[in-house]
């Protein structure tokens, strides 16, 4: 059976982006790239339950957040094919010099799935900012910033509800609100979720929360970094509480791998150019450090999704694993609904 429904008589899901801006960089010291999340690894997910679901939507600290133009690149639209769309937009850009234009005109069905997900942008999430390009931003998602941000200017901005709101609601009596009757939580990636959802007290209560009420979880890409949070615990005081066996130790999850990061550290969007650009950490590594089993794929291009059904962790390791882990959501929410 779907747990309680909203008064449109709709069960509800959760989506929690990361509100961060800007990633700190360990080299060069002192410096930071802007950054956000990215649209293709939610869009999927959302698009298959937006007929059947009413969305909550939600932020570490309850700010609008920021959508990242590098996950617009068309390349990134190319589903479980990411890899072999890369090689041959790469070849288009750059030993073939074609001009953004070109690039559209020979790559419609990247373009249609684009414009299919800002639609649902839109519709669903509403007006927000989007980040600056970067010195090594793809040239055709660089070309497409302003159209993008035009398209975002006239629509109205969404409720974002905080996280620690959301907790305290569930745990008063008198709310009619309970984290308990959602049918499912999920969270995107790039790379903002390294900064606000690691090693967060607030992230760490709505995870075991989640899971004592049953409910799965989702999370794609570098947003499994969450799980470094699920050794805390907050109190109705702001108290933290650390407990090194909490109740996802030992879980099977995927992320992006450390290898596929320094690929895009020595020449992708991230890259500083002229300098050796490092992140502050790595999220498969940062795992394994917290308890994790971290699975992986030796090439980081391809697909992983892995369902953990003890801990209702469902994870994949990048855009190009979107419609494998929306696919997998349907089926564990079928199954469920026969139990």
Known sequence: MTKNTTSSGRPKALIVVSSANALPLANPTG????????????????????????????????????????????????????????????????????????????????????????????????????????????????????????????????????????????????????????????????????VDFHDNPVIGELLNTLHENDVPIGLICHAPIAMTSAKYRLDADGEVAVNEDHAFKGARVTTVPKRGELMMLRGGYPKIPGKRTRLPFYVDVALKKAGYHVALTLNPSAPKVVWDAKHNLLTGNGPQSVDLQADRLVEILRHRSTR
């Not at 690039?103 to 414009?115: G, Q, S």
């Not at 008198?174 to 308990?180: H, I, K, N, R, V």
């Open 31 to 194: 410096q930071s790239i802007s950054s956000g999340w990215f649209l293709v690894e939610l869009a999927a997910v959302m698009a298959r339950f937006e007929e059947t679901h009413d969305f909550m939507l939600a932020t570490p600290d309850g700010k609008v957040p920021t959508l990242d133009i590098n996950g617009m690149a068309l390349a990134m639209h190319g589903g479980t094919r990411l890899g072999s769309h890369t090689a041959r937009l790469t070849v288009q850009a750059v030993a073939l010099r074609f001009d953004p234009l070109r690039i559209r005109e020979r790559n419609p069905d990247l373009v249609a799935r684009r414009e299919s997900e800002l639609s649902l942008l839109r519709r669903q999430l509403g007006r927000m900012p989007v980040t600056k390009n970067l010195p090594k931003t793809d040239r055709e998602a660089a070309a497409f910033l302003d159209d993008l941000s035009n398209n975002l200017a006239d629509q109205p901005e969404k409720h974002w509800h905080s996280v620690r709101e959301l907790i305290a609601r569930h745990r008063d009596a008198s709310d009619d609100f309970s984290l308990a009757d959602l049918d499912f939580m999920y969270a995107p990636g790039g790379h903002a979720p390294m």
